[in-house]
C-alpha cells in the first residue's frame, strides 16, 4: 500500500500566522490518465472529516480562500495564510491514485 | 446533502453488524459511494467502495471475505454487512460520497462500532 507520512504531527500556531503542513508519499500519485489524486480533509474535534482540497489544489466550495494546496508527484503541502480559531482540529492527506486509498496520521493543528 | 448511518453498537468478537448509511439531497443512484472507519485516537482507513449500479465492490484485504458493501438505489440507502468481527474492526464507521477516485466530498456524522466480550 502506498504510504502516507504527514509532518508535523503536532503543529502549535499563534492566530493570524501561517501555517503548512507536508505530506509526502511512498510513490508518485499522478495516475495513467494524468490526474493526480491528493485530497486534504479537516476534522474539527468531534466533527466528521470534511474535503477541503481534491486533486492537490482545487479548493472546494464554502473553504476559505487562506487554504491552499499544492505540491506534485510524491510530495505535497496545505497552507493556511492566516490561521483562526475555527481552523483548529486535525487535518489529513489522503490519495486515492493506487489502491487502496490512503491516509496520512494527520496533524494536529492547536493554538499557542 | 445527508448521509446518516446507523447500525453501530457492541458486538462480541465473532459476531455480526449491519450498518445502514440513508441518503438525500443528491442523486444517489448516480454516486459511487464508501466506507471508511476511524478507530478511537486513529487515523481514517478506507473499507470499501461500490459503483453506481451495484455490480463492482472493492474491499480492503483486512475486511475481505468478512466484510461486504451493497446498496439499494429504490430506499437511497447504503449497506455494510459485517461478520466475523474483531476487536480490531472497533471504529466510527463513516459513510461518504465517493465522486472521483476517492475524493470523498460529502460524509455523514458515523457510527460507532465497538467490538468486545
Known amino acids: 500500500d502506498v504510504v502516507m507520512t504527514q509532518s508535523p504531527l503536532s503543529l502549535p500556531v499563534t492566530l493570524g500566522q501561517p501555517a503548512s503542513i507536508s505530506c509526502k508519499s511512498s510513490?508518485?500519485?499522478?495516475?495513467?490518465?494524468?490526474?493526480?489524486?491528493l485530497t486534504w480533509f479537516q476534522q474539527r474535534p468531534g466533527q466528521s472529516p470534511r474535503r477541503l482540497i481534491y486533486k492537490v489544489s482545487n479548493r472546494d466550495s464554502g473553504v476559505p480562500d487562506r487554504f491552499s494546496g499544492s505540491g506534485s508527484g510524491a510530495d505535497f503541502t496545505l497552507q493556511i495564510t492566516r490561521v483562526e480559531a475555527e481552523d483548529v482540529g486535525l487535518y489529513y492527506c489522503m490519495q486515492g491514485t493506487i489502491w487502496p486509498p490512503t491516509f496520512g496520521q494527520g496533524t494536529k493543528v492547536e493554538i499557542k | 446533502v445527508q448521509l446518516v448511518e446507523s447500525g453501530g453498537g457492541l458486538v462480541q468478537p465473532g459476531g455480526s453488524l449491519r450498518l445502514s448509511c440513508i441518503t438525500s439531497g443528491f442523486t444517489f443512484r448516480d454516486s459511487w459511494m464508501a466506507w471508511v472507519r476511524q478507530a478511537p485516537g486513529r487515523s481514517l482507513e478506507w473499507v470499501a467502495n461500490?459503483?453506481?449500479?451495484?455490480?463492482?465492490?472493492y474491499h480492503v484485504d483486512s475486511v475481505k471475505g468478512r466484510f461486504s458493501i451493497s446498496r439499494d438505489n429504490a430506499k437511497n440507502s447504503l449497506y455494510l454487512q459485517m461478520n466475523s468481527l474483531r476487536a480490531d474492526d472497533s471504529a466510527v464507521y463513516f459513510c461518504?460520497?465517493?465522486?472521483?477516485?476517492?475524493?470523498?466530498?460529502?460524509w455523514g456524522q458515523g457510527t460507532l462500532v465497538s467490538v468486545s466480550s
Open positions: 461518504a460520497t465517493d465522486p472521483d477516485f476517492g475524493a470523498l466530498d460529502s
Open positions: 510513490q508518485s500519485l499522478v495516475h495513467s490518465n494524468g490526474n493526480t489524486y
Open positions: 461500490i459503483n453506481t449500479d451495484g455490480n463492482t465492490v
